[in-house]
């Protein structure tokens, strides 16, 4: 067999590092590809002079591109054979991406866990994302149902790493020389900054966007993620594509720029969960809920800790009675962006 | 309230520059991205070898790549709660756009008037667009009907500017350098000069392309024009999107290569109207009457007036025996193109 | 007549060379775009740092850019008037395509046969592909059939060219510099190097994709391939565009990565059919059969001939009984590629 079968659960062993294939260089086409597929509009990404005033040497890839990037190269070794992706935690971007920059990935193994029916089991890796200069990009951990290839095959002792809840806000990694100082807030398209912000405001960001096949099959290969369920039609009675819950992901965070214009850079991944399934013709909504403030370092720079929620229908509750996510519940994403004071 | 609702026609003051988020740095990107998107083929724009020869040091970003980044911009502040797109005047290209070029627009309310009713007015406004040196890059008048928030605001003062009909050949601006003296028909893809054309000339552009949801909603998001009306299928019974305005005169403008292949450069948009919306399924045509013809003072290099005219059935009349635009026609731009003797 | 209504039979000299319009500068925002439409992975065009590490100055765009640029432009002057789309041979890669460099392309009348209903014929060309220092970039000869404009037109002296089964693996061109010896199988995907295929050997690349007509429309317009066929919906009664054979050709040659990782560069074109036509809907699977393998004076490089079929069903039989392709099957192309010794 020349072809991937990709892993199983048993074939994952604590501590081992799997090296992802392949290196990608990214350009200016990614840019303007991302910015065709979603309504991102963030001036510190969009603009070279904008990132220069704020202390950059030119506007970086969005940080959702980096993410993409770095994970669609984790998918032919981690999830495959998947039979769910259960969560996210301790995500943090280490430096900004430019055009022309080399990403690779790696995954080391840091949990296990078989599932008592013997048939699946849980896998824990941590990924770093790595530049030409084998400079730490970003890093997540995320945690993967995986089938068993062979059910015979013994149970590895269970090892459940312990996970931050939340990434400290004195672990945030804001860019060398990010500078907020000259922000320009009526170029940036908003006037709040980081004090106009309350803990437990929660803003609904308005517009809707409906999706299509053609677009997210489009977005999903651009991070070269070939994962089969997203591309194949008769995979399903209906016909239908499971939508890349990273497209959801990327669509949520632009639509909250209306309302959060200056949440201009994404430096942590606290968590998130893609609660339903996504689907051609559903239409996207998203709203957001303050959940912390912090200071930095840097210069006019702060850091917000942001629920972001996308949802198929109207913004409205999250849980049912039952305590489980509404079906029109998309995603339920937490992250710290960095903001002007 | 965080997010963006938009000014309403009270809103607007005579003589009031208002400054549009966020500037962007275009690049390579954005023209694969509109190659994908329309069938251009237009030699300055396609090959730096050819605008080379042409006294170019490269080939320029499509002069509607400059207009639709432009326009974008200006969304959020003039036509989020507009009713209508009534018209454009006095358009002119002042500098090509290169890639990595940065543009950033703004505009001057130039013009006021509430309408009868007391629920609405028409705004005039002349807007820029700007490179990272601060030099006008293209300027262009519009004129939209806005709806009133507080409809008991007192009507402001009517003013009505006066608008040429027309740029006048003399008010052309030719790019620094261009020289068509040395201009290679064979490559450029067909062999009629700017001689060859004749005032009162119909050309109909034969080819039809059938648009889909996928493609106008990615070439809208290109220019970051985020108008809910483009993106959100439950705005309307249907299900339907209505396309971007803008999205037809590139559209037609693609189209018109063939018959029109050496127009290379548009230079001004004396008028235009969006006569009838267009929907995902359209087949759109397009045909050019020649309006006029003008020298220019750059060598080898002739003016020539247009009227591009899209349609989403054949190519026929314009106007009902009522005077109205027949039901199938979704353009009608009148524009100059720069062309070689 | 301003338009171009293409050529007709007649219309073709043997020996004549027509220059074809437009040239084309490609930039990292056509590889963008290339990556979006169609699942490719192969490291030597994904990753600067990859090719440098295997001689090459960066990472070239991908051979199939290359062919579609230089093919798109041949389609006003060759297959306007086509009735069928006959066959290839003696298809050759000289050089790698960079981003930045411009194509243009030529093509050489080398046969002319009437058909026996005198009112067609087939006309046989070799298409060369230059780059803006006029180098060639790749060669192929190409055959299709196409109409009469003047039905009394004197039949031309046959002249059926001799082309070569396949192209020698003496004959194949490998890039200068191009050296696998420091090969990192890990980052390209699969360990499989050219030593482990065996002729015969049969390969199934597992993954469908299913095709949106969106997605067709704008690979093909991303060469300039501005085929009405392939545009407007109202060229048939159910609606359907008909797809772009090349997009085929590409989408089969990304899935193939899936067991053939390490066929890294595709040198040779021996011949190929699109047996059946594609639409949207289709999802598109294929399979390759190891048919040469051969050694290279390049350090570590081997070539290795391919037969790449692509169907619209299973993946299995190419022909039934009456020798004919069945209906699944969409392409059967044979090329040759360069693999790590």
């Known amino acids: 067999m020349k072809t991937n079968t990709g892993r199983f659960f048993e074939d994952y062993k604590l501590g081992e590092v799997i090296p992802h294939a392949v290196p990608r260089t990214l350009s200016g086409g990614e840019r303007a590809a991302y910015t065709s597929l979603y309504p991102t509009r963030f001036a510190l990404t969009s603009s070279d002079e904008f990132a220069r005033v704020s202390g950059l040497p030119a506007a970086p890839l969005d940080e959702l591109i980096a993410f993409h990037t770095v994970f669609g190269k984790t998918v032919p070794d981690i999830s495959l054979n998947a039979v769910a992706n259960l969560g996210y935690a301790e995500g943090r971007w280490h ?21 008592s029916n013997g048939k699946s089991g849980v896998v824990w890796v941590r990924t770093r994302g790595l530049n ?20 015979d095959a013994d149970a590895p ?15 945030l990694v804001v ?23 309350e803990v437990g405001e929660v803003i609904d960001h308005v517009d809707g966007v409906t999706v299509e096949e053609a677009e997210h099959m489009m977005a999903t ?12 039609a008769t995979n399903r009675a209906d016909g239908k594509r499971l939508i890349y819950g990273g497209h959801v992901i990327s ?3 632009a639509l909250s720029f209306n309302g959060l214009a200056n949440a201009q850079m994404i430096v942590a991944l606290n968590g998130g969960a893609h609660a339903n399934p996504c689907f051609s013709g559903d239409t996207i909504r998203a709203w957001t809920e303050v959940l912390d403030k912090a200071e930095t ?27 489980k996510y509404l079906p029109e519940v998309l995603l339920d994403l937490d992250y710290w962006a960095l903001m002007p004071l």
């Not at 200069?133 to 290839?149: A, F, N, P, Q, S």
């Not at 269970?158 to 809840?165: D, G, N």
């Not at 860019?175 to 912000?197: I, K, Q, S, V």
């Not at 993620?225 to 997203?230: E, I, L, M, S």
């Open 95 to 115: 430096l900004p991406v430019y055009p022309e920059d080399t990403l690779r990935s790696e995954s080391e193994v840091i949990g296990l866990k078989q599932n």
């Open 251 to 253: 669509m949520a965070r």
């Open 175 to 197: 860019p060398a020389g990010l500078d907020f100082t000259n922000y320009d807030f009526t170029l940036a398209g908003e006037a709040h900054r980081w004090g106009e912000y």
């Open 132 to 151: 030409q200069r084998d400079e730490l990009v970003m890093d997540y951990v995320r945690w993967v149902m995986v089938r068993k290839g062979n059910l």
């Open 297 to 323: 370092s840097a210069p006019g720079v702060g850091a917000i800790r942001l629920r972001l929620v996308a949802t198929k229908g109207q913004a409205g509750d999250l849980r049912g009675e039952d305590g």
């Open 157 to 171: 002792e269970t090892v459940i790493p312990e996970l931050a809840k939340t990434v400290s806000a004195d672990d």
């Open 221 to 232: 290969r651009l991070w070269q993620n070939t994962a089969k369920v997203h591309f194949d």
